[in-house]
């Protein structure tokens, strides 16, 4: 029994902790990639965690109040120390009215910072996602050479919290970047790497940070803007190399280079200081964890750069900063990239054995010590599946746009896919929301909740994978009518929108935009669980039923049963000589 409970606890930190180190796919598309001028974020949050997309409303603030900055279950794993749950990563009705769950433990404080007279309202997740000023964040984490600890009132601050106090207080990227920097110097930073994506209405600028020693206090960071006709993206490996002092193109911190030489990580004579080698770790877990996931997002919006797949090392210098893409992005095209697993190409995880007989592309994790051998002994197995941008394990994925020719509440607009991109469906939801539909902002991954969207999509996922060559057939026939319907309002209702804001009645334009979101994922929420009921009848015990016939049989396709032993089967009553 103890072993077996060892093994338990073995394997939920494998799923629930090592996976938010190991996490994120993000990009930014700059207004002249894109196929309506808006500047795009996308960020797909890959570690099975908390699911909800909050909506944090405006304050005003009494003078002398002080903010508290709490701790990021998303740094380095759960710690049940500063309060809340494996499930929900805050607990503080103060700061939203959905992050007052009942019977949790409510969130510990690291340390305050003053207190602004009046905050902004904004969507937030495991990391700010976009503000009312339509100021969009996306995340990945990075593996950095040192991930300091937190300490109260020394290293407070992790990218969490900071996207978060950045979208209460700011209203363009380069605003927010420097506040976050200012607080990384006075406050202190713990926890892993970090790629914030920082984008307003005209620009998008890349910001990555780490820790530099884990007994200082402070962190160290750089920034560099994207070009406004390119596309960037990062998955979980440092991007930015050299640090260029005056380029007004990039930003860093003052003791970026002193830092360097102070730990013999660099020197002046080793030439410009190149950021990602310097204080990155290289890729997290495995060779192409990172570099094969940027590769791909590259390949597929400019192929006509035909980057190579294989390269020298972790710190190839092959893949640009970002690439101009051969056709302008829409948002359909950028959320295709985090849908992708590889289809097409030598890497394929729709193919093979390991995608079983009806194409699975899902690779489960945990690595070889989460197999126990025959004698009770942890299995030597070693090997590595590819990491796609698609990963099972994703609870969220988005893709925001900041449109300058709108208002603001208008302009902003975060594209939601709960759980993992293949099988998500994208609601539209406004910067001008007054609110967000309450199963957005409901999960917990340890229950099963129907009025819980991500439960709906994770649910569905997982049935998916029982058959998945058939199943995603009929799901994708659900989700193209729904994306179809809500990209087909969305110029009539935005008309609308901006009709009444021109004649001043900007709480109306605020609550048709609060109310068409509502329906639309009430529309979705209903026909996910029927669907769910739906797979589960016509592909019950493993065959296709329908009104034309029931139990069709749905048998395993040749290749596989020859690689399986199928033809070595009770054919005869004679035993095969190569068995």
């Known amino acids: 029994m103890k072993r077996a409970t060892g093994l338990f606890a073995l394997l939920l930190f494998l799923v629930l902790g090592a996976s938010a180190a190991l996490a994120c796919t993000t990009t930014v598309v700059g207004k002249k990639a894109s196929a309506d001028g808006s500047v795009m974020v996308s960020h797909s949050d890959d570690g099975l965690g908390d699911a909800r997309l909050v909506y944090v409303p405006a304050r005003d603030h009494k003078p002398g109040s002080m903010r508290p900055v709490y701790y990021s279950h998303c740094a380095l794993d759960f710690k049940p120390e500063w309060g809340g749950t494996e499930s929900h990563r805050l607990v ?234 051969d056709q302008k992005l829409s948002v359909k095209d950028l959320f295709a990239i985090h849908r992708d697993n590889y289809e097409g190409t030598e890497f394929d995880l729709t193919k093979g054995l390991a995608a079983g007989p009806f194409g699975d592309p899902d690779r489960f994790e945990g690595g070889a010590e989460s197999l126990e051998g025959k004698e009770g002994r942890l299995s030597p197995v070693k090997g590595e599946f590819e990491r796609p941008l698609n990963i099972y394990r994703c609870v969220y994925a988005y893709v925001n746009q900041s449109r300058s020719w709108l208002p603001a509440a208008i302009g902003g607009l975060t594209w939601f896919g709960p759980d993992r991109p293949a099988t998500a469906t994208l609601m539209p939801f406004y910067a001008g929301s007054t609110n967000l539909p309450r199963p957005i902002q409901t999960s917990d991954i340890l229950k099963l909740d129907r009025g819980s969207m991500w439960s709906a999509f994770n649910y569905v996922a997982n049935q998916v994978q029982l058959k998945y060559s058939y199943m995603i057939k009929d799901l994708r026939a659900v989700r193209e009518k729904h994306e179809a319907r809500f990209f087909g309002l969305q110029e009539k209702l935005e008309a609308q929108a901006q009709a009444l804001w021109a004649r001043g009645d900007k709480k109306a334009a605020q609550a048709l935009l609060t109310k068409h979101s509502d329906k639309l994922a009430a529309d979705v929420l209903k026909d996910w669980w029927a669907l769910s009921e739906q797979l589960y009848i016509r592909y019950n015990d493993g065959y296709l039923n329908t009104r034309e016939g029931v139990a069709q049989a749905v048998f395993y396709p040749a290749w596989w049963l020859k690689q399986v032993g199928y033809e070595l089967g009770p054919v005869s009553y004679q035993k095969p000589a190569s068995r």
């Open 92 to 325: 503080d009705g103060k700061r939203a009215p959905m992050y007052n769950t009942k019977g949790d433990p409510k969130s510990v404080p690291l340390g305050f910072i003053p207190q602004v007279a009046h905050t902004y309202a904004y969507f937030d997740a495991n990391y700010g996602i976009m503000n009312e000023h339509q100021l969009s964040i996306g995340e990945c984490t990075d593996k950095a050479k040192v991930d300091p600890e937190p300490e109260p009132g020394k290293r407070i601050f992790y990218s969490s919290e900071l996207s978060r106090v950045a979208l209460e207080r700011c209203k363009t990227a380069r605003e927010a970047i420097a506040l976050m920097g200012r607080l990384i110097k006075q406050y202190g930073y713990y926890g892993t790497g970090e790629t914030l994506l920082v984008a307003d209405a005209n620009e998008g600028w890349v910001m990555e940070m780490c820790g530099y020693d884990k007994d200082g206090a402070s962190g160290v960071w750089v920034a560099q803007r994207v070009p406004d006709d390119a596309v960037f993206v990062a998955a979980n490996q440092f991007r930015i190399r050299e640090v260029r002092p005056g380029d007004p193109d990039q930003m860093h911190s003052a003791n970026i280079f002193d830092a360097a030489q102070g730990k013999g990580w660099w020197k002046p004579a080793d030439g410009p200081l190149d950021w990602t080698s310097v204080y990155g770790g290289g890729e997290f877990h495995h060779p192409y964890y990172s570099l094969r996931r940027v590769w791909r997002a590259q390949s597929l919006v400019a192929p006509s750069l035909t980057l190579p797949a294989w390269v020298e090392g972790p710190f190839t210098r092959v893949y640009p900063f970002a690439v101009k893409p």
